[in-house]
Nanobody, 116 residues
Framework: QVQLVESGGGLAQAGGSLRLSCAASGTTLPIIAMGWYRQAPGKQRELVAS???????NYAEAVQGRITISNVSEKNSVYLQMTSLKPEDTAVYYCYAKRARFSESWGRGTQVTVSS
């Protein structure tokens, strides 16, 4: 089982920036994708951004142009640089990691709160 530890959440003002980090450990198998989901109160968990080991990325339409995902494959880490934050970005952000032939592993989440 992969262990994921997120950090970097917190409180920011609208228009501000935050950087989330996630480090995976506990596996010798290659991680083929990492990314971030978020869940706001009363809403379903939704994809924010994902990144594969081959370098492809995918973003939710709501965050395109404001959020950048990057990963460091050799360190099994993924980062989420968030800029121009909006109150609607307020949510718990969850990191995930995917290994081939295994289901995703999830972190415990980190709270992001954006005040207007």
């Amino acid at each position: 089982q992969v262990q994921l530890v997120e950090s970097g959440g917190g409180l920011a003002q609208a228009g501000g920036s935050l950087r989330l980090s996630c480090a995976a450990s506990g596996t010798t198998l290659p991680i083929i994708a990492m990314g971030w989901y978020r869940q706001a109160p009363g809403k379903q968990r939704e994809l924010v951004a994902s990144s594969t080991s081959s370098g492809s990325t995918n973003y939710a339409e709501a965050v395109q142009g404001r959020i950048t995902i990057s990963n460091v494959s050799e360190k099994n880490s993924v980062y989420l640089q968030m800029t121009s934050l909006k109150p609607e970005d307020t949510a718990v952000y969850y990191c995930y990691a995917k290994r081939a032939r295994f289901s995703e592993s999830w972190g415990r989440g980190t709270q992001v709160t954006v005040s207007s």
